[in-house]
């Protein structure tokens, strides 16, 4: 396998702090937003730190977020699945 194969733009190493997760989740569910914009809220806080999304992504990622009893580290697991490195 070459180091090109193993090349992977997801979210490897970063960890967003339990405060920024749920930061995150508070204003998703504070603004009572749509899906495209909370697509649009979550492209904002990865894209600040360095990430991207696909905005189909995004409207999954942040219907799950905003599931009861979502707690960081299952944010933090999402995330990484889905962010890239831009």
Do not use: W
Not at 10 to 36: I, V
Not at 39 to 59: C, H, M, N, P, W
């Amino acid at each position: 396998m070459s180091d090109f194969d193993r090349y992977d733009d997801r979210l490897n190493a970063e960890k967003f702090t339990p405060s920024d997760l749920m930061g995150l989740r508070s204003e998703l569910l504070q603004c009572n937003l749509d899906s495209f914009l909370a697509a649009e809220v979550l492209t904002s806080f990865l894209s600040g730190r360095g990430y991207g999304i696909s905005t189909q992504e995004a409207r999954r990622v942040a219907s799950k977020i905003e599931g009861k009893g979502c707690k960081p580290e299952h944010i933090q697991e999402e995330l990484e699945r889905v962010a890239r490195v831009m």
